[in-house]
């Protein structure tokens, strides 16, 4: 995006990119579909140490213009729930084109296996060192911008590379930790959870910093789903996790209502309506499945309701960067300019996407940061 819109305004770029291809997470983004952006996206969905920092960015960039930009070169959105835009022929390879070919237009050079590994200062400029098939070369440029991602899906050639440099010239870094990331249940819970893989449930998860409502996935290792890779970003070791399970409705008030009309159906057979017999099956080891409902005490209600709406998960761990949607943390914003995203200390260095300590929501957020960063970017080169 940042060699495009430097191209509009005639600035001759270079990508440097160490893999065979240009935007290999793209293409594997939104299971392939490419959740391009979030028709609500504001400042408040994101986490960073300085909350205001991406206003500028998205007041320069905004979601009006990301939706633009693509419908210009033949990208149609379609919602697909929540406000995620995704392109309406499902392929996240149609993004990619829209930059590879706006490149090719505008001689906008794209060099692929091309590992930078140094960037330095010079008097003019800077120097970058780049290892191209196991020889070395050194690109002289007046402005360098690292858009070199986060530490998530090493495999796909995530490096700390943002980091690595920003720590080269001296630029304070955020703790980075995997979020966006399904949680880990171990120990005498773990056979519980195994149980019911496979079963989702719309929930409402929530801890003391915030909330969110979406499914919840129950998978042989933990826990995953939306609601959970939501709050996995909020989440720190040894801290609970709030699942609501039937949000916006009573249990105590459903099972009273039910019971005027049939009391003998047994707790089991009345859960297994709600959710899955597997589930309701799952609980009978917390609750009294067996009973009917007029034979349940004003206790069992409370125990029922407390489990259901109050039920508490505390997560091992998180899969780590191999799962991880997005890296938490990163360049402080502290150390850059909100307007430009400049160093400070550092004229002509631009740090722009997911290396900047600006962390999105699941949504299509995430390729929102990195649009706006890279247009704000051209603008200052
Ligand atoms: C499975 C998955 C699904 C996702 N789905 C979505 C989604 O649907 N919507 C959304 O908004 N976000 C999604 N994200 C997050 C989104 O992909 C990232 O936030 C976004 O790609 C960040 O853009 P970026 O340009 O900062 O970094 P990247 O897209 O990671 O690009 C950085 C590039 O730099 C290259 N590089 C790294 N080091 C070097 C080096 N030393 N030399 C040369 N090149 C280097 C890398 O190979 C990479 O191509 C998803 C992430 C994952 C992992």
Request: glycine share 8%; aromatic share 10%; with cysteine.
């Amino acid at each position: 995006m940042c060699a495009v819109q430097a191209g509009f305004l005639g600035k001759r770029t270079l990508v440097l990119e160490k893999n065979d291809r240009v935007g290999a997470k793209i293409l594997i983004s939104g299971g392939g579909r490419c959740n391009y952006t979030n028709m609500y996206a504001t400042d408040q969905q994101f986490i960073s140490q300085n909350q205001h920092f991406c206003k500028s960015a998205f007041s320069q960039w905004t979601v009006d213009d990301t939706i633009s930009f693509f419908e210009t070169y033949g990208i149609q959105g379609k919602e697909k729930t929540l406000g995620q835009l995704f392109p309406l022929s499902d392929k996240a390879k149609d993004v990619v084109e829209v930059f590879t070919s706006l490149c090719a237009d505008m001689d906008q050079e794209i060099w692929c296996n091309a590992e930078v590994k140094m960037v330095e200062k010079t008097d003019e400029g800077f120097t970058v060192r780049v290892e191209i098939d196991g020889r070395q070369e050194y690109v002289s440029a007046a402005s360098v911008v690292i858009a070199a991602g986060g530490l998530p899906i090493p495999k796909m050639g995530a490096t700390d590379f943002g980091l690595r440099t920003a720590r080269n010239f001296d630029l304070k870094i955020i703790d980075t930790a995997p979020a966006l990331v399904p949680l880990t249940i171990t120990g005498k819970d773990q056979p519980w959870y195994e149980q019911l893989s496979g079963n989702s449930i719309f929930c409402r998860v929530w801890n003391d910093r915030i909330s969110f409502e979406e499914n919840i996935l129950f998978t042989h290792w933990g826990l995953s789903g939306p609601a959970i890779l939501q709050i996995s970003s909020y989440w720190k070791p040894g801290e609970y996790i709030n699942i609501d399970l039937l949000p916006n409705q009573n249990i105590a008030e459903l099972i009273q209502q039910e019971k005027e009309v049939n009391g003998k159906k047994m707790l089991l057979a009345y859960l297994a309506g709600l959710y899955t017999r597997k589930f309701a099956e799952a609980l009978s080891d917390k609750l009294p499945v067996e009973k009917n409902l007029a034979s349940l005490t004003k206790t069992d209600i409370e125990d029922i309701s407390a489990l259901i709406h109050e039920f508490k998960v505390k997560p091992a761990g998180d899969k780590g960067y191999d799962k991880a949607e997005v890296m938490r943390g990163g360049v402080s914003t502290d150390e850059l300019s909100s307007k430009t995203l400049e160093a400070k200390k550092v004229p002509g260095l631009f740090f722009g996407g997911e290396c900047v300590d600006v962390t999105g929501w699941l949504g299509g957020y995430n390729f929102q940061w990195a649009w706006a960063s890279g247009f704000v970017i051209a603008q200052n080169l």
